[in-house]
C-alpha cells in the first residue's frame, strides 16, 4: 500500500501525459534485494503511467550491459534509466545515446555526462560518515578494526573515502587488516577472507569491530566469525539493510548496525526524473534520497516493512 501510495503521489506531480514514451530500463544486475526493488521502483512507476518499458538485466556482465544499452538506442527509446555498477564500464554505451540525443538517468552510480540529467541515489558520502561515527563510538575512540572493502565501484569507493577521513581524527583507532571480496560471490568469498584472518590472528583482542562498505560482505564476514565462535569479541557495522542483515542485527552479536537506503523509492525518483525532464520540467541533476542508521534499538521498524 505504501508503495502504491507513493507511485500515485508520483505520478500526480510528474503529470499523466506520458502514455506516449518507451523507456528502457538497464540493470547491471538484480541477485540482491537493493537492485531488485530499484529497478523495480523505477518499472512500477513508469508502467503505471502508460510507458512502455524495456527491461533488461545483464548478470552482472558489464559489457552485456553496454549492448543491451546500445541496442535500446538503436531501437530509438525515449529515455534509459541504468542501474550499473561502475561507470567507467558504461561510459561508451552513454555517450552512444548522447549521440542519439536520448536522456540519461542514473541510479547509484555517480557518472558524469552531458546526457546525463539525473542522478539517484543515497548520499554515500553522508552514509559513510554516518556508520564510521557508529563505529567509533561504539569502540569509544579506540580499538583495531577489520575493513571489508574492494575498491572500483564509485559508491563503495565514496564510503571508503569517509572511512579514512574519519579516522584521521581517531589516531587510536588501528586498521589491521583490509580484507577484499570478489563478484560475484561476495559473500562466499568475504567468509573465505574473513576465516583465513581469524586462523592467523585466534588471539581475542586481535580485533574489536569489523567495518564493512556493504551487507553482502558483512554476512560473510559475521558466518566466519560466529562459525569460530568469536562473536561476542567482536561487531560488525555496515550498510544496505539486507534481510539477512536485519535479521542478524535482531539476533545480537556480532552484527550491530547497518544503514538502510530506500532502493524502491530510488527507482520511483529516476523514473520521475526521466518522465519530467520528457514533459519538459526542470531536474535536480543529484537527487539524494534519505538514508536511516539500522541498529537493534530500531531494526523491528525494518523489518517489518
Same mark, same amino acid.
Given at each position: 500500500?505504501?508503495?502504491?501510495?507513493?507511485?500515485?503521489?508520483?505520478?500526480?506531480?510528474?503529470?499523466?501525459?506520458?502514455?506516449?514514451?518507451?523507456?528502457?530500463?538497464?540493470?547491471?544486475? #538484480?541477485? *540482491?534485494?537493493?537492485?531488485?526493488? /530499484?529497478?523495480? =521502483? %523505477?518499472?512500477? $512507476?513508469? &508502467?503505471? +503511467? @502508460?510507458?512502455? !518499458?524495456?527491461?533488461?538485466?545483464?548478470?552482472?556482465?558489464?559489457?552485456?550491459?553496454?549492448?543491451?544499452?546500445?541496442?535500446?538506442?538503436?531501437?530509438?527509446?525515449?529515455?534509459? #534509466?541504468? *542501474?550499473?555498477?561502475?561507470?567507467? /564500464?558504461?561510459? =561508451? %554505451?552513454?555517450? $552512444?545515446? &548522447?549521440? +542519439? @540525443?536520448?536522456? !540519461?538517468?542514473?541510479?547509484?552510480?555517480?557518472?558524469?555526462?552531458?546526457?546525463?540529467?539525473?542522478?539517484?541515489?543515497?548520499?554515500?558520502?553522508?552514509?559513510?560518515?554516518?556508520?564510521?561515527?557508529?563505529?567509533?563510538?561504539?569502540?569509544?575512540?579506540? =580499538?583495531?578494526?577489520?575493513?571489508?572493502?574492494?575498491? @572500483?565501484?564509485? !559508491?563503495?569507493?565514496?564510503?571508503?573515502?569517509?572511512?579514512?577521513?574519519?579516522?584521521?581524527?581517531?589516531?587510536?583507532?588501528?586498521?589491521?587488516?583490509?580484507?577484499?571480496?570478489?563478484?560475484?560471490?561476495?559473500?562466499?568469498?568475504?567468509?573465505?577472507?574473513?576465516?583465513?584472518?581469524?586462523?592467523?590472528?585466534?588471539?581475542?583482542?586481535?580485533?574489536?569491530?569489523?567495518?564493512?562498505?556493504?551487507?553482502?560482505?558483512?554476512?560473510?564476514?559475521?558466518?566466519?566469525?560466529?562459525?569460530?565462535?568469536?562473536?561476542?569479541?567482536?561487531?560488525?557495522?555496515?550498510?544496505?539493510?539486507?534481510?539477512?542483515?536485519?535479521?542478524?542485527?535482531?539476533?545480537?552479536?556480532?552484527?550491530?548496525?547497518?544503514?538502510?537506503?530506500?532502493?524502491?523509492?530510488?527507482?520511483?525518483?529516476?523514473?520521475?526524473?526521466?518522465?519530467?525532464?520528457?514533459?519538459?520540467?526542470?531536474?535536480?541533476?543529484?537527487?539524494?534520497?534519505?538514508?536511516?542508521?539500522?541498529?537493534?534499538?530500531?531494526?523491528?521498524?525494518?523489518?517489518?516493512?
Amino acid at each position: 500500500m505504501k508503495r502504491l501510495l507513493a507511485i500515485l503521489l508520483v505520478l500526480f506531480l510528474a503529470g499523466l501525459a506520458v502514455a506516449s514514451y518507451t523507456i528502457a530500463v538497464s540493470a547491471a544486475a #538484480i541477485h *540482491h534485494e537493493f537492485s531488485l526493488k /530499484a529497478n523495480q =521502483g %523505477a518499472i512500477d $512507476t513508469l &508502467e503505471a +503511467a @502508460g510507458v512502455r !518499458v524495456i527491461f533488461t538485466e545483464a548478470g552482472g556482465d558489464e559489457l552485456r550491459q553496454v549492448a543491451y544499452i546500445e541496442n535500446a538506442v538503436q531501437l530509438g527509446v525515449d529515455g534509459i #534509466i541504468i *542501474h550499473g555498477i561502475t561507470g567507467e /564500464a558504461l561510459r =561508451g %554505451a552513454v555517450a $552512444t545515446a &548522447e549521440r +542519439a @540525443g536520448i536522456p !540519461v538517468v542514473l541510479i547509484d552510480l555517480p557518472l558524469v555526462a552531458p546526457n546525463v540529467i539525473a542522478s539517484v541515489s543515497s548520499d554515500n558520502y553522508a552514509a559513510g560518515l554516518a556508520m564510521t561515527r557508529y563505529l567509533v563510538g561504539m569502540l569509544g575512540g579506540k =580499538g583495531k578494526i577489520v575493513v571489508m572493502y574492494a575498491p @572500483g565501484i564509485p !559508491v563503495i569507493d565514496q564510503r571508503y573515502t569517509m572511512l579514512r577521513t574519519v579516522l584521521n581524527d581517531y589516531p587510536d583507532i588501528q586498521i589491521v587488516a583490509e580484507l577484499p571480496w570478489r563478484a560475484p560471490a561476495y559473500v562466499q568469498s568475504s567468509m573465505d577472507e574473513m576465516e583465513r584472518f581469524l586462523r592467523a590472528n585466534p588471539a581475542p583482542g586481535s580485533f574489536d569491530a569489523v567495518w564493512s562498505s556493504a551487507d553482502m560482505p558483512a554476512i560473510g564476514a559475521a558466518t566466519a566469525i560466529k562459525n569460530a565462535g568469536r562473536e561476542d569479541e567482536v561487531f560488525i557495522v555496515s550498510m544496505d539493510a539486507l534481510p539477512e542483515a536485519l535479521n542478524l542485527i535482531k539476533e545480537g552479536a556480532p552484527f550491530a548496525s547497518t544503514i538502510a537506503q530506500r532502493p524502491y523509492e530510488m527507482g520511483i525518483a529516476a523514473a520521475n526524473a526521466m518522465l519530467d525532464h520528457l514533459e519538459g520540467r526542470d531536474v535536480l541533476r543529484w537527487i539524494f534520497v534519505p538514508f536511516t542508521l539500522v541498529t537493534q534499538d530500531n531494526v523491528d521498524e525494518f523489518i517489518n516493512e
